[in-house]
């Protein structure tokens, strides 16, 4: 019954901005440690940046840190990436993700980890 629907992606030029959602149902985005994931084409599903559960501590991967910002709306039940200064190797398809329980909080960058994925939102950021 858990459902992630991700949205926001777009085009937009090199420097600019998008915000990413990911709405959730069935589960609790604040119960679960939750992440975005991106891909390119050709390329492997890479992780991007992550929200843990219940106290909120992110982690990002060094080449979006201090660009991108995740945080989610309890009350909405829905996590969002902020995207500012954006640069063209951003370009990919970003996913948002539902990480297992029966992990830890560490490798929040393994793939593996996750059960839930949405559909995918495509961003394209032009030079």
């Known amino acids: 019954q858990v459902q992630l629907v991700d949205s926001g992606g777009g085009l937009v030029q090199a420097g600019g901005s998008l915000r990413l959602s990911c709405a959730a149902t069935?589960?609790?985005?604040?119960?679960?440690?939750m992440a975005w994931f991106r891909q390119a084409p050709g390329k492997e599903r890479d992780f991007v940046a992550a929200?843990?559960?219940?106290?909120?501590?992110?982690y990002y991967r060094d080449s979006v840190k201090g660009r991108f910002t995740i945080s989610r709306d309890n009350a909405k039940n829905t996590v969002y990436l902020q995207m500012n200064s954006l640069k063209p190797e951003d370009t990919a398809v970003y996913y948002c993700?539902?990480?297992?329980?029966?992990?830890?909080?560490?490798?929040?960058?393994?793939?593996?980890?996750?059960?839930?994925w949405g559909q995918g939102t495509q961003v394209t950021v032009s030079s």
């Open positions: 993700a539902r990480r297992s329980r029966i992990y830890l909080s560490s490798n929040w960058d393994a793939k593996n980890t996750y059960d839930y």
């Open positions: 069935g589960d609790t985005v604040s119960s679960r440690t």
């Open positions: 929200i843990r559960r219940n106290d909120g501590a992110t």
